[in-house]
Every structure is written in C-alpha cells, then in structure tokens.
C-alpha cells in the first residue's frame, strides 16, 4: 500500500511539473535561437497539443523570467552541504554508491532516516539527482545527475557551485 501511494503521488508530482519544466528546458536549451527569433518578430507563436499560443516578446520575457526565477529560488534554498554533495554526485556521474559518497563526505555510513539522507532526499526533491535505478535510496544506490540540473548547469552554472573544500 505504502509503494502504491508514492508511486501515485510521484505521478501527481510530475503531472504537475512536467509543462513547465518542458518549456524552462527548451528555452535554456534554444535561447540563442529564440533570441535570433524575437529581434526579427514581433511575438511569438506556436501550437502545442492543439493548443495555440500568440505571445508577444514582452509575455514570452515575463514567462521566461518566471520560470528562471523559480528555478533560482529553489536552489537557493539548498544549503551548502546539499550543494557539495551535489558536487560530488556530477563529478562521480554514477560511480560511487550513496554509501560510498557519505562515508566521504560525512565520515560515516548512510543510514535511511539520517541527516545524510536528508541531503540526498532535498537534491532529489528538486529534481537534481536520482538514483540510477530509480527507487528509495539505499546504501546500493548509485545517484546520477539529472537532465534537469544538466540544463541548469549550461544555462546557469553558478546557480549549483560548490564551495572549496
């Protein structure tokens, strides 16, 4: 029963974030193409699932200064040590365990419950990290970088740094 409810609330949580994450994704991703576009036009306008939007340069800038701020302020909100550890997971791109990465980082074992999955948890709350596998994480479990961060990462790079340790 407890696996069904996550599973659904996982489905409701991407429902959710999918359109605007898609759309923050695609234009971080073709900025400069849409830069190109808009010096030429006066708006915007394109179809999707049968949707038509008519936007103008001014909308298409208030949509995407929304979106960008509300990725900035969730990242804001990771604390030093979650961004250190999201450090070490880019730079290991799926070659340590979670086991491995705490006893590095944190002197110590991971334990599900702890303050160190707790960090582990915040970076995958904001779509940052995940296992590779999928699933809780276990002391097994080998996080990888999301395409999400990857994006943020070439758009905003100094959004995620890590401090010097």
Not at 49 to 77: P, Q
Request: with cysteine; charged share 30%.
């Amino acid at each position: 029963m407890e696996r069904h409810y996550y599973y659904h609330y996982f489905v409701e949580l991407t429902k959710a974030l999918a359109w605007p994450l898609g759309v923050l994704v695609i234009l971080l991703l073709f900025r400069s193409q849409f830069i190109d576009i808009f010096k030429r036009s006066s708006g915007l306008k394109f179809e999707v699932a049968g949707l038509k939007f008519d936007l103008s340069i001014k909308e298409v800038h208030d949509v995407a200064h929304e979106l960008f701020r509300e990725v900035t302020e969730g990242v804001a909100r990771l604390s030093q040590k979650q961004r250190d550890l999201f450090a070490d997971v880019r730079n290991c791109d799926g070659s340590k365990t979670v086991d491995q990465l705490a006893h590095e980082m944190f002197g110590k074992p991971f334990v599900r419950g702890s303050d160190e999955h707790g960090y582990f948890r915040a970076l995958r709350d904001a779509k940052l990290i995940r296992p590779v596998d999928g699933g809780r994480w276990q002391a097994h479990s080998r996080p990888i970088v999301t395409s999400y961060a990857r994006t943020i990462l070439r758009a905003a790079p100094e959004l995620l740094a890590a401090t010097k340790r």
